[in-house]
């Protein structure tokens, strides 16, 4: 038993069931036990996950094109206040504000980006002549966040909608059904107009309205400008349909995948597929308009990630070509291999290149 979930327990035989959002947000958020806020670094090769900045730096640099492109659209502000909500380690604004430097530098001088790790609630600045900029960004960016909010899991029974709770049976922790816990919780299907009346008994989806919350103070935050969100996940009505029969939710832990949500609390990752019909629609509430909704191997090779693979193998790798026989050959060969290979990887249309990708702009 780890001590969150003797935690929760305890909490439980207090004041009764909680509903399965609550447990996942002790789970990964409860401050000196969460998934998030304790232990050793989670992202990354040597963690549960890895993101698309772990990946390949071209992310980072395809991040760099559309930022340039946003700045300009908005008339090139000095400073460019940049912020990336659930930042981690900031990896990716650091990637970008190198390739801003060396590629643009007019651009990277009028950068200001910031980083915020909304799981621990640090604010790091990664510029020193940053701390006289505006607070409100121009732009606000997310890759890989919204789908770690805690959601409310609900499961179809005898045309009726029920939500899961968290109880606790002789020490350990089990799912129980029962009605749900706020109107939002029942009426959100319907919302989206899914018939899950017709869908077969103990079908499962979950409902993230933390999402919702996320798009409403993201874009009272904003100025004028762009709000840029990545993630994996559809729109409702390719997401809660009846062959997902077991909704989306999984857990990770040391990068293998379980289907275990309750054991480990503290200790594994928890993540559901991203509802962006409902962040658009919120968005739409808060004044945004829709600029792009797409998936990210679309977004990518749009901003050229394919002609910077292309102009490496000619400037860097040229022996894999012209000395393949020898030993240098074989290294340039393997090394562009690699880097191809990475490139593969994010835009693969069954993995992360199906992640999609969402522009929102908030008028002046």
């Not at 929760?8 to 401050?31: H, V």
């Not at 729109?235 to 062959?243: F, G, I, M, S």
């Not at 945004?288 to 050229?304: A, C, F, H, I, S």
């Not at 290294?331 to 593969?344: G, H, P």
Request: net charge negative.
């Amino acid at each position: 038993m780890t001590p969150l979930q003797q935690l929760i327990i305890e909490r439980i035989q207090r004041e009764g069931p909680i509903t399965f959002a609550e447990y996942m947000r002790m789970a990964l958020y409860e401050p000196g036990y969460g998934y998030y806020v304790t232990g050793p670094a989670r992202m990354g090769w040597e963690g549960d996950y890895f993101t698309s900045t772990d990946v390949s730096n071209f992310f980072a640099h395809c991040m760099g094109g559309q930022l340039q492109q946003l700045w300009e659209k908005l008339r090139c502000p000095k400073p460019f206040v940049v912020l990336e909500q659930g930042a981690g380690r900031g990896d990716l604004t650091r990637g970008v504000q190198e390739w801003a430097d060396e590629k643009s530098p007019d651009f990277g001088q009028a950068l200001t980006g910031m980083t915020e790790d909304m799981r621990t609630g640090q604010d790091v600045r990664l510029q020193a002549q940053e701390s006289a900029a505006p607070t409100r960004p121009h732009v606000i960016i997310s890759n890989e966040l919204v789908d770690a909010f805690p959601v409310h899991v609900v499961e179809k029974r005898d045309n009726q909608l029920y939500e899961v709770y968290v109880d606790a049976l002789s020490g350990r922790l089990r799912e129980i059904l029962d009605t749900p816990n706020s109107p939002q919780v029942a009426e959100y299907l319907d919302t989206h107009a899914i018939p899950w009346q017709g869908y077969q008994d103990g079908w499962r989806a979950e409902i993230n309205l933390d999402a919702e919350i996320w798009m409403q103070q993201a874009a009272q935050r904003l100025q004028a400008g762009y709000l840029l969100t990545i993630d994996y996940g559809e729109k409702a009505k390719a997401l809660y349909t009846p062959h997902r029969y077991r909704g989306t939710l999984t857990s990770y832990y040391q990068h293998q995948l379980t289907e275990r949500p309750l054991a480990r609390p503290g200790e594994q990752d928890l993540t559901a597929h991203v509802n962006f019909s409902g962040l658009i629609a919120e968005g739409r509430r808060q004044g945004l308009k829709l600029v792009k909704y797409t998936t990210q191997k679309d977004w990518l090779e749009g901003l050229g990630i394919q002609e910077e693979l292309n102009e490496l193998r000619a400037s860097q790798y040229a022996e894999a070509d012209t000395a393949r026989a020898s030993d240098e050959g074989q290294i340039a060969l393997f090394r562009w291999y690699n880097l191809r290979q990475r490139v593969a990887t994010l835009t693969d249309p069954a993995g992360m290149g199906n992640f999609k990708v969402l522009l929102m702009r908030k008028p002046a």
